[in-house]
């Protein structure tokens, strides 16, 4: 599954967070969704500029839209992938492969893009301890020691080198191992490494504790009994993802075995393990494990929410009955809000924070985090792809932007996926997994483009914005050419803002309303979009961008949550209060060209991601308000629901509530009936105020535009991208992209991006070093061969361990000339060591792109 790095009042103001990886923010994303110590700044400042990249040929041109005409997508297995590829039935395996399968891609001589997001844990079921099925069977991992006493029972050394070969990292947190926070936190994370390392003795007698304290449970011969039988625990495995989860749930369930469980282990794709453990009813009793994979969509500079996404209900998951099981302490919950929202004035109070929450965050264990991937996107030569550094090619948003093939404009190209369809698609709670946020992702628009190398967004649909900031904010910009930064004493909401959404009554409130004695904000956005916008920019069954697109998104988003709404949906009632409790308003400032002011008491360090565009996309993709009103109104009826959740819980033995789909399935006919119904009474949505920016002859218009849609492509997946879903074939696993040729863009904008810098690291210095002398290490950090220029590195620094692996000291390193460095030990610092075994690591942090380098070396300190 994907998280999207976002949080919710940032980037749209629509509930936006982490997204499903191969289970595949996103998001992150966590989306589908998911929002800090800055990589580009060290304070409140602008960044060096950093010297040019080495960039391709940029060729123009005055094709629209994407480069390719057709885009053929279809099911591949894993394990055949680079035969596919040479023997030319695909020309990309897009959801890429393990560092297991890298010898493999090189022997072929296929080029490849490189992932550094993709990441591997367990999920728990967290109901009990007794399930409420006829079975009433024992789940211990209702309980936080049980959890925790899974980190001791893994080894994760064993995975990384049985599994990929030694080419992945062994994770103990949802942070990953490859972004800044990482680096930012390198002492406490080291330090809960070391405590947390593989001990299954350890393990099996915390469990013990944990077992023997459950009514009924004994232990007969190492065996963990209850009601005569022996304890089995139900755990789903992937089967179709890269190859590698089967390994791994195959250790797992053996190392379970070891210490007194039964594990039924059930290989299944995930278009049959999703239904259970995302769709079902945790209290069923139906798996007690699940192995989880997760993508980033960004390079993710602040994964503070990361813990509010994964491990609260308040996550975009949480119409799930999984997440909303999750049984956190209130100090936990207290951290996560606070981390997710930057409810801090200064760095250090957010670092102390972050410092315990991955404290906790063993301690409590909702997931076991296992391994930090690396993962390799084969291609065949002819094809040509810009890649995120953390979402590799198709977690990525540029991919559809770039993709072509390198000897001409056109063509098909042959897209292998390893699954598809795994869930119905609507972008409010639709499918979250990878391979079809992929696809989905070519056809919807975005008002920004994220930078596949830093993680910051570049203006898309936007021209510029203005960020104003409270005064002593850790904030800082970077891309001076778009954005620009200032800190006032105060930021004062003005009086009509809009901040909320009645949903009794249909109506906007105001700042005065729900502020009578005022407010302030932390931060402040001016996004400015330009003036042929609403011309310009189509959806792709014909209609025009409108401002009714804005605002509809807007107001749906909170009306899901709100009770008194015929929409409402339990499930959604926490992510409308998690963002309401930070948000503070906008305002329409211009019409034309739109403006428009926001304010939030949410913040991030970089002021780059502070901006509310209100662009009409959600978790899990964009859409017209006229096809989600279609959708509204037929979940108001009870005949479908945007939610797994919902739709589960209106169904009744004689009649199912369809999870909203606009790719197929009986939800088209049910659309269809409520475009029509649209089209009689020339509906306007949200009448109370949208009736202001739609008339009633558009609203017919555009209901009649969706049909014709329908008409020709079988589907209502409608978006305003550089391509058009034209074929989906649910049953057969295909669909067929064509391009978008009145997509407003020339194919050419985002041709600029070259080869990522990521920095090369190397450490030498003495092999042995005399307790209570000083000594020092060289580092040497390079790219292609060339020394790293100083200005575009922020920061390399030593971590210093001792013989118990205990870090003795963080060590800053000194610059002597261009890629070179010292790090220093200090005699008083030396001196506290003990003779024996020793190692150095450093960390570069570099500012052109969001991904730290660590090298390390081993010594002997002697007295």
């Known amino acids: 599954m994907f998280k999207k790095s976002f949080t919710y009042v940032f980037a749209l103001l629509v509930i936006a967070s982490m997204v499903l990886a191969a289970c595949q923010p996103a998001q992150t994303t966590p989306t589908e969704a ?49 035969t596919q590829i040479q023997a030319g039935a695909i020309d990309i395996y897009a959801a890429g492969l393990s560092s297991a399968s890298l010898p493999e891609i090189e022997a072929a001589g296929l080029d490849y893009a490189k992932q550094n997001g993709l990441y591997y844990e367990l999920t728990f079921n967290t109901y009990g301890p007794f399930f409420t099925d006829s079975t009433g069977k024992v789940n211990p991992f209702v309980f936080a020691k049980a959890r925790e006493a899974l980190n001791w029972l893994i080894d994760r050394d064993y995975i990384n080198r049985e599994v990929y070969n030694g080419g992945a990292l062994p994770k103990y947190f949802s942070i990953i191992t490859q972004f800044p926070d990482y680096a930012n936190m390198a002492e406490t994370v080291r330090r809960l490494e070391a405590k947390y390392a593989y001990d299954p003795e350890k393990a099996a007698t915390q469990m013990d504790e944990v077992m023997l304290g459950i009514e009924g449970v004994t232990k007969e011969d190492g065996k963990y009994m209850f009601d005569g039988e022996q304890v089995t625990l139900i755990f789903l495995i992937r089967n179709d993802s890269d190859g590698t989860r089967v390994p791994i749930g195959d250790y797992v369930a053996n190392q379970l075995e070891s210490i007194g469980f039964a594990v039924d282990r059930q290989y299944k794709k995930s278009s049959e393990a999703s239904p259970i453990w995302v769709g079902g009813n945790v209290a069923d009793g139906l798996w007690h494990l699940y192995t989880g994979a997760w993508s980033a969509t960004i390079i993710d500079r602040d994964e503070g929410d990361n813990f509010e996404f994964f491990d609260t209900p308040q996550s975009a998951y949480g119409f799930s009955s999984t997440w909303q099981a999750f049984n956190v302490s209130d100090r936990y919950m207290e951290l996560a809000d606070a981390l997710a929202y930057n409810k801090f004035t200064t760095r250090e109070e957010r670092n102390a924070a972050l410092a315990e929450m991955l404290d906790l965050a063993m301690t409590e264990s909702i997931h076991v985090w296992l391994i930090d991937g690396k993962n390799f996107t084969p291609y065949r030569d002819g094809v040509s792809v810009t890649y995120d550094l953390a979402a590799g090619v198709d977690g990525s948003m540029i991919w559809p932007y770039t993709i072509r093939l390198t000897d001409q ?44 190398h830093t993680g910051l967004l570049h203006p898309q649909r936007f021209t510029h914005a203005e960020i104003t900031a ?52 932390k931060v402040k956005s001016i996004v400015y979009y330009p003036e ?45 209060e998690a963002i309401l409790a930070n ?47 279609a ?84 589907h209502y997946s409608i978006g305003s991208g550089p391509y058009i879903l034209s074929e989906v074939y649910l049953t057969e696993k295909v669909a067929t992209l064509i391009n978008n040729p009145d997509f407003v863009d020339l194919s050419d904008k985002w041709a600029m991006f070259g080869d990522p810098k990521v920095a090369e690291a190397e450490l030498e210095g003495e092999g042995s070093v005399v307790v209570g002398n000083e000594f020092t290490f060289d580092v040497y950090v390079t790219f292609e061969g060339e020394p790293y220029a100083s200005a575009e590195i922020k920061e390399v620094k030593g971590l210093l361990y001792d013989s118990t692996e205990q870090i003795v000291a963080v060590l800053q390193g000194t610059l002597v000339e261009e890629g070179y460095y010292v790090i220093t030990v200090p005699a008083d610092v030396s001196a506290k060591m003990v003779a024996g075994p020793a190692k150095i690591e450093a960390v570069v942090v570099p500012y052109t792109v969001a991904i730290p380098t660590f090298s390390s070396m081993e010594f002997v300190t002697i007295q």
């Open 34 to 82: 998911p929002v800090v110590e800055p990589t580009t700044v060290p304070e409140a400042t602008t960044a060096p500029e950093p010297t040019e990249e080495p960039t391709p040929e940029v060729v123009k041109t005055t094709r629209h839209g994407g480069w390719l005409d057709e885009i053929v997508v279809s099911v591949v297995d894993s394990a055949s992938a680079v």
């Open 409 to 452: 404009e056109g063509g098909t190209l042959k897209w292998g996926a390893p699954d598809l369809f795994v869930d119905p698609w609507n972008p409010i709670a639709g499918s979250n997994w990878a391979f079809d946020q992929a696809i989905g992702r070519a056809t919807w628009g975005e008002a920004y483009m994220i930078d596949p």
């Open 583 to 629: 948000y503070k308003g906008f305002r329409i400032l211009s019409e034309s060209p739109l403006t428009i002011e926001a304010y939030s008491d949410a913040y991030q360090t970089d002021a780059e991601l502070n901006i509310t565009t209100m662009w009409p996309s959600f978790n899990y993709g964009e859409a017209p308000w006229h096809v989600l009103e």
């Open 631 to 714: 959708g509204a109104m037929a979940d108001a009826a009870g005949e479908v629901a945007f939610s797994p959740d919902k739709a589960d819980a209106k169904s009744t033995d004689t009649a199912t509530v369809e999870w909203l789909s606009l790719i197929g399935g009986p939800s088209i006919d049910i659309l269809t009936k409520y475009l029509d119904q649209g089209i009689a009474e020339a509906h306007i949505p949200y009448a109370n105020v949208l009736a202001d920016y739609i008339t009633a002859e558009e609203a017919v218009a555009r209901y009649e535009n969706a049909k014709a849609f329908k008409d020709t492509y079988g």
């Open 470 to 521: 409270q005064e002593g904010l850790p904030i800082g910009l970077t891309l001076t050419d778009s954005y620009t930064l200032e800190f006032v004493p105060e930021i004062a909401v003005p009086e009509d803002a809009i901040v909320d959404w009645d949903a009794a009554n249909q109506a906007f409130v105001t700042a005065a309303e729900k502020f009578p004695e005022g407010t302030t904000a």
């Open 532 to 576: 042929d916008l609403f011309e310009t920019v189509k959806w792709h069954d014909g209609s025009n961008l409108s401002l009714g697109d804005f605002l509809y998104s807007w107001i749906i988003s909170l009306d899901m949550g709100k009770p008194e709404s015929p929409i409402y949906d339990e499930a959604y009632a926490s992510n409308a």
